[in-house]
Nanobody
Framework: QVRLVESGGGLVQAGDSLRLSCVLS????????MGWFRQAPGKEREFVAS????????YYADSVKGRFTISRDYTQSTTYLQMSSLKPEDTAFYYC??????????????WGQGTQVTVSS
């Protein structure tokens, strides 16, 4: 069974940086494309960033492009989301997700429990 555990959330001030981590266990890390999503209070969950199973390609929501960077460490089975120049509107619960590399669907197969990020102005 695949398990995803996020960490690194917290309370920061606008302009600060924060790095989220997501550890995958239960299956081979390189078998998955990985993504980060977030959900703010009263809003729907939205895509933040993703990275392909081989790490060659990454994608970002327009709202975070240039400020957030997704990366992965195969030796640690960990996906990172480096967040810089944080804004109050980045405040949300952040979720890590995994999708089988062989999947023909864009839907993610596994989700973590999430970690809270709060950015004060």
């Amino acid at each position: 069974q695949v398990r995803l555990v996020e960490s690194g959330g917290g309370l920061v001030q606008a302009g600060d940086s924060l790095r989220l981590s997501c550890v995958l266990s239960g299956r081979t890390f390189s078998s998955f494309s990985m993504g980060w999503f977030r959900q703010a209070p009263g809003k729907e969950r939205e895509f933040v960033a993703s990275i392909t199973w081989g790490g060659a390609n990454s994608y970002y929501a327009d709202s975070v492009k240039g400020r957030f960077t997704i990366s992965r460490d195969y030796t640690q089975s960990t996906t990172y989301l480096q967040m810089s120049s944080l804004k109050p509107e980045d405040t949300a619960f952040y979720y890590c997700a995994a999708r089988w590399a062989s999947s023909t669907s864009l839907a993610y197969d596994y989700w973590g429990q999430g970690t809270q990020v709060t950015v004060s102005s």
